[in-house]
């Protein structure tokens, strides 16, 4: 019995966009991106523990709670140094999001339900909501450069210092690695291997 593996696979990918109303979500990132430049996805997996299983998910993200780098000028943000994502929760939800801070959590909630909110009461809140008892929530995703030592080997290995003993390489090889050494971009020192058997 032979298995069609790209018919399975092409089989539950169509489950998982149907069970995520994909056409729907897809429509209406479409309309923000027609109306506002961009819409925006939200993909993931929601797991259950009890279960030991999970759901693939698939939905529109609000683009007004979206904030980017603006010195981003790639089309993939491959550019950006962050991005921001802002979304209303409530206390419950976000103290199961973080339960090593959900004392704090109750405790700033607490501060802001005791505080009179006089002023402003026409503008729309930034960071509390007191009717619907929300908080603001902001992710950001940074990037962070670190620099790292790679050796390319002659069979095309390329591996990080951590995993070499230094003192497999004869001294003429590391001589030569060490004169082809070159700084990029991203941070990262390479050398060009040269060991001859």
């Given at each position: 019995?032979?298995?069609n593996f790209?018919?399975c696979?092409?089989?539950m990918t169509k489950?998982?966009l149907?069970?995520c109303?994909y056409?729907?979500e897809?429509?209406?990132v479409?309309?923000?991106?027609?109306?506002?430049?961009?819409?925006?996805?939200?993909v993931?997996y929601?797991f259950?523990?009890?279960a030991?299983?999970?759901?693939?998910?698939?939905?529109?993200e609000?683009?007004?709670g979206?904030?980017?780098?603006p010195?981003?000028h790639?089309?993939?943000?491959?550019?950006a140094k962050y991005?921001?994502r802002?979304?209303?929760?409530?206390?419950?939800?976000?103290?199961?999001?973080?339960p090593?801070?959900?004392?704090?959590?109750?405790?700033?909630?607490a501060?802001?339900?005791?505080?009179?909110?006089?002023?402003?009461?026409?503008?729309?809140p930034l960071?509390?909501k007191?009717d619907?008892?929300?908080?603001?929530l902001?992710?950001?995703?940074?990037?962070?450069?670190?620099?790292?030592?790679?050796y390319?080997l002659?069979?095309?290995?390329?591996?990080?210092?951590?995993?070499?003993?230094?003192s497999?390489?004869?001294?003429r090889?590391?001589?030569?690695?060490?004169n082809?050494?070159y700084?990029?971009?991203e941070?990262r020192?390479?050398?060009?291997?040269?060991l001859a058997r």
């Open positions: 019995m032979t298995w790209a018919g696979g092409e089989g489950y998982i149907d069970r109303n056409d729907r897809e429509s209406q479409f309309l923000d991106a027609v109306i506002g430049r961009i819409g925006w996805f939200d993931g929601r259950n523990d009890l030991t299983d999970g759901e693939a998910y698939v939905r529109r609000d683009p007004f979206m904030y980017l780098d010195e981003t790639a089309l993939d943000f491959s550019d991005i921001c802002a979304k209303w929760v409530t206390k419950d939800a976000l103290s199961l999001a973080y090593e801070h959900a004392e704090d959590i109750r405790a700033q909630y501060v802001y339900d005791k505080a009179e909110h006089t002023a402003g009461k026409d503008i729309d960071w509390y007191r619907t008892d929300k908080a603001r902001v992710e950001c995703w940074y990037k962070v450069k670190v620099p790292q030592t790679l390319y002659t069979d095309g290995r390329v591996l990080p210092k951590e995993s070499i003993d230094i497999l390489f004869s001294r090889a590391c001589g030569r690695a060490a082809n050494a700084g990029t971009g941070g020192v390479v050398f060009r291997g040269c």
